[in-house]
């Protein structure tokens, strides 16, 4: 019988393997194929053979090590940010206010649109002699700031505009979380006497441990791989300060048309970020498991 | 029974799928049939003049011609990877002048010999620095010249008309300036003197203006110092020449002008943001493409309209530029897009079209009495052509603008010296394939 159920269930899982096999794994296997050698998309074939040639003058390239750092302190920054503030607003949301529902549907809207309307957007707001973010500040006595050219602002305010997209992802995830904490273990608390501040320390922050490494990681890998919204804003300027390493790839891939060294650099990436999502990926299925 | 339900059911997902994909075969064939030609196309004034033409094109030859008109910033990395498919989705291509030694290279133009020989289109009407530019490579004419964007300096001469201003200069340096000056040294130090003297008096009117955001902007514009400056990528023997102290010294000025005579911000500006400051009547000159004369004096586009005039960077070689039509090798029907090219670069229709604003490339058309009286500043046009530099003609071109946008960009964001950002492109170029 069991043996029969998995027989149906093989055979329905056959269209939905084929289609993540071509669309996936053969994709990948390829490209991994094509590190090892010159590939350059102006000629065909694969080129000169270089074993690991290609990854070792990645990781000689100061601008793609230098691009790693970035979205390294990119990286932790917004989800540090996302996370703090996401949560404090999911504890707003998570309580009996008039009006939630509004402000719910108001905090969503950025997840909505996508980064490169985003991107645009907030270039035309940040314009520094046009836009709408100087005029405004000026009636403070801040004026004509280059928030996007600037090198000591550059990187903050590219942070700053994904956190402001990014963070209802962050809220979705952690209210999600809040709502469906068991309600015993807070009537156990009130009974021994716990007040409001020791059950959120003992009870709703233990509890909640495993949905914020879920989305502590999960975010960590999106953001890892952000690309778009430095394409519109920055193309990795003023200078390299806002350059990311999906970005730098990008330029190697279809500006210098280097395919194989791309397909290297991409590996690297992918080594970076593995450890990361096997361990997203074992809390989920240990929490499911419990 | 059931097991057999269950077969049905997975084969009948599986053809699904394959009837997905046979359908879109099937549109495309059918798209062949009724003759649709695909173009990608730049949003700007030049297209929208060829997207006028269209209806007229479908009326006489009965091909349906769309074009899928996008930012600039993606048309390069959209185009390849059509380009290194075995079937384009674009049967006509527009070609930067900078991507012809790199398209020609992977061979991914049809040459338009054979075609332009059976049709008998006389290309000899084409000023011959486009020819040199977007149409012949190597003795092969790969494309017909679409438009050119030969760059110049736009400036307002109201503004440096302005009786204070150059009493005000006179006191600081002695002497009095032209507009446009001599020197390229001159102009920064004028263009830096007019934004602190506007700001003195309160009023928002910066000297310049300048696109120096990372990557092509800054690449594009910064061209024009070097070139004016006597500086240039390569000698005539071939040897790099990029960090010569002629080069260096260009860079210090366009640094200077972007830091004290630009709007703060310069530095991350494309030529959309540029373009919004000149024409928001906030500077007082740009050095852009000669195509923006007849959008400024557009009511619609430009609340300058009238107060602009065109001229040669000072230092005398502004940087030539232009796009061209091509063939891709890859094409659905290669001759049914060369009728759209034959027809578009018709006397006729390139007239029709100039009469909208699009820069000519023939000389024909510059000669048309017609198109002088709308545009009279054409033969300054020629003038600042007849000394203009092209980027060099290379299958790395791409690159090294890649390279010289992101180096130029660590300069003007204080990150290098001009020397130093210079010297690593000297280094990246070794590697560029020329």
């Given at each position: 019988m069991i043996s029969d159920r998995r027989k149906n269930a093989l055979i329905f899982l056959i269209p939905s393997l084929i289609l993540l096999g071509v669309t996936i794994v053969l994709p990948l296997a390829y490209s991994f194929f094509i590190s090892f050698f010159s590939v350059?998309?102006?000629?065909?074939?694969?080129?000169?053979?270089m074993g690991f040639g290609n990854y070792a003058s990645a990781l000689k390239d100061q601008y793609f090590m230098g691009s790693i750092k970035t979205t390294v302190i990119f990286s932790v920054i917004v989800v540090v940010i996302e996370f703090v503030l996401g949560f404090a607003i999911a504890l707003l949301f998570n309580c009996k206010i008039k009006g939630k529902n509004i402000f719910f549907s108001i905090v969503i809207i950025?997840?909505?649109?996508t980064p490169v309307a985003v991107g645009l957007t907030w270039r035309l707001l940040l314009h520094?002699?046009?836009g709408v973010v100087n005029w405004l500040l000026s009636f403070i006595g801040?004026?004509?700031?280059a928030w996007l050219a600037d090198n000591a602002t550059a990187l903050g305010t590219v942070i700053f505009i994904d956190v402001w997209q990014q963070i209802s992802y962050m809220v979705l995830i952690l209210l999600a979380g809040l709502v469906s904490l068991p309600k015993e273990p807070y009537e156990a608390a009130s009974i021994d006497g716990a007040s409001r501040w020791q059950s959120f320390k003992y009870v709703t922050l233990p509890l909640m441990a495993p949905t914020f490494l879920v989305a502590i990681l999960l975010r960590l890998i999106t953001a890892f791989k952000t690309y778009d919204l430095i394409y519109v804003l920055t193309k990795g300027g003023p200078g390299t300060a806002t350059e990311v390493v999906s970005y730098y790839i990008y330029k190697q891939a279809f500006?210098?048309?280097k395919t194989s060294r791309a397909a290297a650099m991409s590996f690297i990436l992918l080594l970076i970020l593995i450890p990361v999502s096997y361990i997203a990926t074992r809390i989920l299925r240990n929490r499911n498991e419990g | 029974m059931k097991k057999l339900l269950v077969i049905v059911l997975a084969l009948l997902m599986v053809f699904s799928l394959a009837a997905c994909g046979g359908q879109q075969s099937g549109g495309q064939q059918q798209a062949t049939e009724t003759k649709v030609l695909k173009i990608l196309m730049e949003d700007l004034n030049a297209t929208d003049q060829v997207l006028a033409r269209l209806d007229d094109f479908e009326a006489a030859t009965g091909i349906k011609v769309e074009a899928e008109v996008i930012n600039y910033a993606t048309m390069h990395d959209k185009l390849v990877t059509q380009l290194t498919a075995?079937?384009?989705?674009?049967?006509?291509l527009v070609v930067d002048c900078y991507w012809v030694g790199e398209f020609a290279e992977a061979g991914w133009m049809e040459p338009l010999d054979p075609y332009i020989e059976a049709s008998g289109?006389?290309?000899?009407?084409?000023l011959p620095t486009m020819m040199e530019m977007v149409g012949e490579l190597n003795g092969v004419t790969y494309e017909l010249p679409f438009y050119n964007y030969m760059m110049a300096l736009i400036y307002r001469p109201d503004v440096f008309a302005d009786e204070g201003l150059h009493k005000a200069y006179v006191a600081k340096y002695g002497v009095d300036f032209t507009m446009?000056?001599?020197t390229l040294a001159e102009y920064v130090q004028v263009a830096d003197f007019t934004t602190a003297y506007f700001k003195e008096q309160g009023v928002?009117?910066?000297?310049a203006v300048h696109q120096?955001?990372?990557?092509?902007p800054i690449a594009i514009e910064f061209c024009n110092y070097m070139y004016s400056n006597?500086?240039?990528?390569?000698d005539a023997d071939g040897?790099?020449?990029?960090?010569?102290p002629e080069v260096v010294e260009a860079l210090e000025l366009y640094m200077d002008a972007v830091a004290n005579?630009?709007?703060?911000g310069a530095a991350g500006f494309n030529l959309d943001d540029a373009y919004a400051v000149y024409s928001a009547g906030k500077a007082a000159s740009f050095v852009t493409y000669n195509t923006f004369m007849p959008v400024l004096d557009d009511p619609e586009q430009s609340?300058?309209?009238?107060l602009s005039e065109i001229a040669n960077i000072p230092g005398g070689h502004s940087l030539n530029g232009g796009w061209g039509w091509a063939i891709p090798?890859?094409?659905?029907?290669k001759d049914a897009s060369w009728e759209f090219i034959n027809y578009i670069e018709s006397f006729d229709v390139a007239k029709l079209r100039a009469e909208g604003?699009?820069?000519?490339?023939?000389s024909d058309i510059f000669s048309d009495p017609d198109i002088m009286a709308l545009y009279p500043y054409y033969d300054t046009v020629l003038d600042i052509m007849k000394t203009a530099v092209m980027l060099p003609i290379m299958p790395d071109s791409t690159p090294l603008m890649e390279i010289f946008g992101r180096e130029l960009s660590e300069a003007v964001s204080g990150n290098k010296t001009a020397q130093e950002a210079l010297d690593q492109v000297a280094l990246e170029m070794k590697d560029l394939k020329r």
């Open positions: 350059d998309l102006k000629y065909k074939g694969l080129g000169a053979f950025p997840m909505m649109i520094s002699t046009l801040i004026t004509g700031h500006t210098h048309l | 075995s079937e384009s989705d674009y049967d006509v289109f006389d290309t000899s009407v084409y446009p000056t001599e928002e009117m910066y000297g120096a955001g990372r990557g092509d006597g500086g240039d990528f390569y040897n790099i020449t990029v960090n010569n005579a630009s709007p703060a609340q300058v309209v009238g090798h890859n094409a659905k029907d604003g699009s820069a000519p490339t023939r």
